[in-house]
């Protein structure tokens, strides 16, 4: 099992900055992909960035185009932390930021975009995005 937290969520002004954090707990794990995905109200839940680590080729990363630019994904190894950078908000922004764990290996970069490739989901934490 693998436990997930959020948080860094919070009110901010069109512009302004926020970095959500996702610390991992439970078992520990060397290759894995970590996603970013968020929900606003009355919407799906929507990607918006991976980062996939594996033994054999490092690590990558993907963004959805919506984000591309002004959010970074990250990770610290070290406190088993992955950070989601988020500048340039807008208001469109604004939504519930979940982030999520897939242990599997080999899971393409289109297929990583998709809610039901993660196994292990974090509670969520609410970002919103004033004008």
């Known amino acids: 099992q693998v436990q997930l937290e959020e948080s860094g969520g919070g009110l901010v002004q069109a512009e302004g900055s926020l970095r959500l954090s996702c610390a991992a707990s439970g078992r520990t794990f060397s290759s894995y992909a970590m996603g970013w995905f968020r929900q606003a109200p009355g919407k799906e839940r929507e990607f918006v960035a991976t980062l996939v680590v594996t033994d054999r080729s490092g690590a990558y990363v993907s963004y959805a185009d919506s984000v591309k630019g002004r959010f970074t994904i990250s990770r610290d190894n070290g406190k088993a932390t992955t950070y989601l950078q988020m500048n340039s908000l807008k208001p469109e922004d604004t939504a519930v930021y979940y982030c999520?764990?897939?242990?599997?290996?080999?899971?393409?970069?289109?297929?990583?975009?998709?809610?039901?490739?993660?196994?292990?989901w974090g509670q969520g934490t609410q970002v919103t995005v004033s004008s």
């Open positions: 999520a764990v897939t242990l599997s290996n080999g899971r393409t970069s289109g297929y990583l975009t998709r809610p039901s490739a993660y196994d292990y």
